[in-house]
């Protein structure tokens, strides 16, 4: 039986699709930065990103349609990924975003550069904890941003061959 779930790479296609979801009210609640910012702004940073040989970002879809993104930017600490997840409005609660962390955390490319895996979380984002407990993630600390409690997650990089 034939997977009806694929993992890409970002495509310079994908620009506008990536800015229209960032800019959906269900996704910008749940980020850190939820102001509204330029298209144009978007593009020449989303540029910057596809140039970086050490950014890796990767689309989800489900039957052909692409359905989550996932991008991993190195930290300025050596072998550290921050991981930014979400799912394409109107598919949360479906089980892409922790099928994409899982998929995309097994990318060989990635795991070139990868020692670590963080993220911050929303201490009220009960959607995302969940998907980053059941992908291995542990709490290694928790702060406070702009009002909102964070929690960090981290997890080592792994890899697993496929035979």
Known sequence: MESR????????????????????????????????????????????????????????????????????????IEGYYNISIFTAPNNSGKGYGSRILNMACKDENLLKSAKYFVAEVFDDNIPSKKIFFKNGFEVTGETDVDGHHVLLFKRQALYEPSF
């Open 5 to 76: 779930y694929n993992l890409r790479n970002w495509r310079d296609s994908d620009c506008r699709m990536i800015f229209d979801w960032r800019m959906s009210p269900e996704v910008r609640s749940k980020s850190f930065n939820n102001q509204e910012f330029s298209y144009e702004s978007h593009k020449s940073w989303f540029q910057k990103f596809m140039e970086n040989q050490l950014s890796f970002g990767f689309i989800l879809e489900d039957n052909n349609e692409p359905v989550a993104q996932i991008r991993f930017d190195k930290t300025k």
